[in-house]
């Protein structure tokens, strides 16, 4: 449709217009990821005549609707153009070229990911003056990335969807997106475990650096978008051996906008799980009250404007533990008794905002402030005395983000940012003073003193993030949009913990056979009593140079070329470079090429390399002074073996085993790393295709392998410190060296561990006779541990119906496979974040059995979402999940005596305990394995939405009343089990082993009520 004499008809062209934004607006709700910029969008397309011919030389300008920002760009040889590092919003675009009448298409959305579209001018002459205004452009198939997941604009699917509202809710609507473990959460992204993701806001890499799970996270109503990508992402990205996720605040313009909205979960229409054996779960309280309030516009027109946001919100919970009654011959009577009840409370509030100046045409500043503080108070009664016990564990701190960006020409842009993050790591309470007391001769932990945390833990974390990033667009062979640059990351954390009261009493009782291999006898009580103390000042540097060419070879054939070039540096407590690896080259190519000539269609294929830094919790603990002991002494006791002493000012009899983990010195690095050390990374390759129905309608297919090459984790070299019974007093056994031969064991360390890739040598340093260090190599062959493996496997097949206003529908299925022997960082089956250190490789006997399926394999996942609007006043929305069970095994104390693993800890996939008691086949020298065991139940779920919206026009907008409900048949699918089957000193847990301790969240209810003007 043709509109003449743009000036005098702008009032016909209104209503065309509002319909456009809101398909444009709409569109955003969900896109497929393929463009790469971690801080901003791009709008690339073609020029083309009525004819559908490609216009050279076109003038294409682009110019903000809300802010009047404008860039130019200058159609190529074939008519295609690009304009880089806008910020995302809709954008009008006009199109001049000689010989051809002026266009304009109005509110056309650009959006994190690709947003490519055909411009057409007319054919017609020109009249002085005329413009002609178009409806939408068409939109294409972009073809200028691999990258596979998905865009969402944040505020669509608040508006649109019945989802929690949380970036972990966002990410699991995505595409091979998972939930990690109850005991630490976060998304598990196309297999990877939960502490392999990085997480971006404004450009600013805001990831938890102690462990890698999870970020910086901020409520919903501060974002304006989130990419998530689950893979084929190119060179800009690292750090990371899973998926990025790339989050864009909200920003102001020319229009004063404002709102509020409450929303509210009462714990009134909240269903209970089923009781398990340790929780009262029908005790279960949980209410959430969220606002959130905020305010956009123009400080200077066209030029300066500010988004400030408020978020008051309270959340409040509590938990009962409980535990079961025994028959005089040990077995479960079915008599529970409520031993604990632990409550939290959190109502801290996140205030923010942000700043756009736009210098003038092209170039432009950003500053974003949060503030994300948080401190959540646990309180734990002891039901048996009544006591309390309190811990507040605070989290967060100040955010700043400044960016600034240049279009220096059409063909160069530049631009620079700096941002500074600070994190509280910080869990002290009043009882900080008391003995960690715990008594767990029933089976379930009850806490008698001290800081229900166990740990007292001071401590924050600083990031400053410097990047820089140059744009070329030039042609050469074709067309190249051509993307460097730096990016150098300085950390600092600082850590101090220890036991609460210096010392921790944790008592047990031994089973039939007895325990510590007779030390203790059978069916009395004992103490395990342990001393943890560690702290320093820790510091890391990350840096990456990186190249990325986007080639468009044809009209048809794009290439995806990129090398990144990364160095990690982390450094002991004492200053002295704990690890130092550089020169980690990953390449990235990728090739698009289009089947059919019109952009309908595209078929990719990529192959990449990521790698993933060493986490600060790695040198804290190994390149701090750290002190670790564990010791198991005898009680005085009564009738039937029973402790009868005082449970808070307990009587130890003789100490019959230790265990000394480390020794409270910094050894030298050379001395707890391997010098052959690499760092953890992947390979990933993708096949994939994808078609855009005239209708709008879009359906896709990836295929993906993912295979884990190298990884970091501990090795305990020095076992027990028992004399030629560990890994290197064998190999020194066979030795001629003076400092290693069979009559003297060389000193590993302070505790005996040692930092290496699993399946290579061993290359470090001992301490000889006279204290001096001494270099010495042990073969992988000889240390026995195999080199980590997981294999990830998926076809993913998407389908999107962009929301029209009316109605729109997104659906996905996935099958995968992720088998292997590591997890990778987590360890989700004892529910361990010791990113680095992990139990998997401590020792040679622990790896027997463990390849199998992997914590977040689920062979398929089918996820549908959608909303329907039959009138401008009402909406219906619904979001659907079905996933088949993850598997679990059974986990044990290793069970020989062949110094090929320790008796101290459940670690390995031996189960000796089950075995013995008959309900497991097996034999005590097998192992059961990993995942072969037992399955979960599917995971199965539908929340609905609904929502109804009084106009307002008084106000320019209108409130919204909305109702969300979550699980609506309150399916109880049993998700988490005990994986544990022998308690850390190889007793007998066969009345808790394989009973469930999670089932999937309850029925429950959200209210809310929105205005906006």
């Known amino acids: 449709m043709n509109i003449k004499t743009f000036s005098a008809l702008r009032a016909s062209a209104a209503p065309l217009a509002l319909v456009v934004a809101g398909f444009a607006g709409s569109a955003t709700f969900v896109a497929p990821a393929m463009a790469q910029n971690v801080t901003a969008a791009t709008l690339s397309g073609t020029v083309v005549d009525d004819a559908g011919n490609p216009v050279p030389g076109a003038s294409v300008t682009v110019e903000s609707a809300g802010t009047g920002f404008t860039r130019t760009a200058t159609a190529a040889s074939n008519g295609t153009f690009s304009v880089v590092a806008l910020p995302v919003g809709t954008y009008n675009v006009t199109v001049t070229a000689n010989g051809f009448t002026t266009t304009r298409s109005e509110n056309v959305s650009v959006t994190l990911g690709g947003n490519n579209y055909d411009f057409t001018v007319s054919n017609e002459a020109p009249a002085t003056g005329e413009i002609v205004v178009r409806g939408a452009p068409i939109r294409r198939v972009d073809s200028s990335g691999t990258a596979t997941g998905q865009v969402f604009s944040v505020q669509e699917v608040a508006q649109n969807l019945p989802v929690p509202r949380s970036i972990e809710a966002i990410q699991l609507l995505t595409p091979q997106a998972t939930s990690g473990d109850t005991a630490f959460g976060g998304i598990s992204l196309a297999g990877s475990s939960v502490a392999e993701n990085i997480f971006y806001i404004n450009g600013m890499n805001v990831t938890n ?17 989130v990419q998530v990508k689950t893979g084929g992402y190119s060179a800009e990205f690292g750090r990371n051996t899973g998926g990025a996720v790339i989050a864009l605040t909200r920003s102001g313009s020319n229009t004063f906008h404002g709102g509020f909205n409450v929303y509210y979960e009462p714990n009134a229409l909240r269903n209970d799980r089923p009781n398990t054996y340790n929780a009262r779960n029908d005790q279960d309280s949980l209410e959430r009250v969220e606002g959130n309030i905020w305010a956009s516009g123009p400080i200077i027109k066209d030029r300066l404007f500010f988004f400030g946001f408020f978020n008051p919100r309270y959340v409040t919970s509590g938990d009962t533990a409980r535990t079961q009654g025994t028959n005089t011959n040990g077995s479960p009577n079915g008599v529970y008794t409520d031993t604990q009840r632990v409550t939290q409370k959190s109502n801290t509030p996140f205030y923010g905002g942000k700043l756009d100046l736009n210098l003038f045409d092209g170039h432009r500043v950003e500053a974003t402030y949060f503030n994300d503080s948080d401190t959540n108070k646990v309180f734990v009664r002891n039901l048996t005395t009544n006591a309390v016990s309190q811990v507040n ?76 990033d140059v744009d070329l667009n030039f042609s050469l062979l074709g067309e190249h949009k051509l993307r460097f640059g730096w990016d150098y990351e300085k950390l600092f954390a600082a850590s101090i913990s220890e036991y609460s009261g210096g010392i921790a009493y944790i008592f047990e009782r031994a089973g039939a056979s007895g325990a510590r291999n007779g030390l203790i006898a059978p069916n009395t009580d ?14 890391s540097n990350n840096t990456a140079y990186y190249i990325q060419d986007e080639w468009d070879l044809t009209d ?38 289009d089947p059919t000539g019109e952009k309908k269609a595209r078929l990719s294929a990529f192959y990449g390399r990521y790698y993933l830094p060493v986490a600060a919790n790695t040198n804290i603990r190994l390149g701090g002074a750290e002190l670790f002991l564990r010791d198991f002494y005898t009680l005085p006791t009564g009738a039937g073996g029973v402790y009868s002493g005082s449970l808070t000012n307990p009587t130890l009899g003789n100490k019959v085993d230790g265990v000394v983990f480390s020794d409270g010195t910094v050894s030298p690095p050379e001395t707890l790393v391997s010098q052959n050390l690499k760092p953890q990374y992947m390979d990933e390759f993708i096949v994939g295709g994808e078609y855009r129905f005239d209708n709008k309608m879009r359906i896709g297919i990836n295929v993906i392998h993912r295979k884990l090459g190298t990884v970091l984790e501990d090795v305990d070299l ?7 019974d560990s890994i290197i007093g064998k190999y020194c056994a066979q030795q001629t060296l003076s400092y290693c031969n069979a009559n003297f064991e ?19 340093q001992v301490t000889d006779q006279n204290g001096n260090l001494q270099p010495i190599t042990i073969p992988a062959s000889f240390i026995g541990i195999p080199k980590a493996k997981r294999d990830y496997w998926a076809v993913e ?15 996905s299925y996935v099958w995968s496979r992720s088998y292997g022997n590591y997890e990778g960082g987590v360890k989700s089956d004892t529910g361990q974040d010791d990113t680095g250190i992990t139990s998997d490789f401590d020792e040679p006997g622990y790896t027997d059995g463990a390849t199998g399926f992997l914590p977040n394999h689920r062979a398929h996942t089918f996820k549908v979402f959608g909303s329907y609007k039959p009138t401008d006043r009402w909406l219906f929305s619904f979001n659907a999940l079905l996933q088949s069970p993850r598997k679990f095994g059974c986990i044990g104390t290793y069970p020989k005596d062949d110094g090929r693993g320790a008796d101290s800890t459940s670690a390995s996939w031996y189960c000796n305990a089950q075995i013995a008691a008959g309900v497991l086949d097996g034999t005590l020298d097998q192992p059961i394995g990993r995942g072969r065991a037992f399955s979960s139940d599917w995971n199965k779920r539908l929340d609905l939405g609904v929502a109804y919206t009084i106009p307002m026009e008084s106000i320019g907008g209108g409130i919204t009343l909305r109702a969300d409900v979550f699980n609506v048949f309150n399916f109880k699918s049993k998700l988490d089990f005990q994986e544990l089957g022998d308690r850390n000193d190889a007793s007998i847990r066969e009345w808790f082993y394989g009973q469930p301790i999670g089932y999937q969240t309850p029925r429950y209810v959200r209210f809310g009520v929105s205005a906006n003007f």
């Open 209 to 225: 650096f102690r462990t890698f799970v999870g970020g910086t996270t901020i409520p919903f109503e501060f974002y304006d978008q």
């Open 393 to 468: 564990e605070s989290r967060g701190g100040e955010n700043y983000i400044f960016k600034y960006t240049g279009s220096f020409t059409d063909w160069l842009t530049i631009s620079g940012l700096y941002g500074r993050s600070k994190f509280n790591q910080t869990d002290a309470g009043p009882q900080d003073a008391d003995p960690y007391v715990v008594d767990r001769r029933t089976g379930v932990a009850r806490l008698i003193s001290g800081n229900p945390n166990a740990l007292v833990a001071s401590g924050r974390d600083d990031r400053e993030n410097f990047r820089v």
């Open 526 to 539: 004992y103490a395990r009593v342990q001393t943890y103390n560690a702290g320093g000042n820790f510091k």
């Open 556 to 593: 048809r054939l794009n290439l995806s070329l990129g090398l990144r070039n990364d160095k990690f540096v982390n450094k002991t407590s004492l200053g002295t470079n704990f690890v130092s690896i550089d020169n980690q080259w990953a390449p990235r190519v990728g090739i698009n090429f």
């Open 718 to 724: 020095d076992g027990d410190g028992a004399a030629y």
């Open 746 to 764: 060389p000193v590993v360390n302070g505790g005996g561990y040692i930092l290496m890739n699993p399946g290579r040598d061993a290359i470090f």
């Open 797 to 811: 097949l998407n389908w999107e119906r962009p929301f029209d206003g009316t109605w729109g529908l997104n659906a």
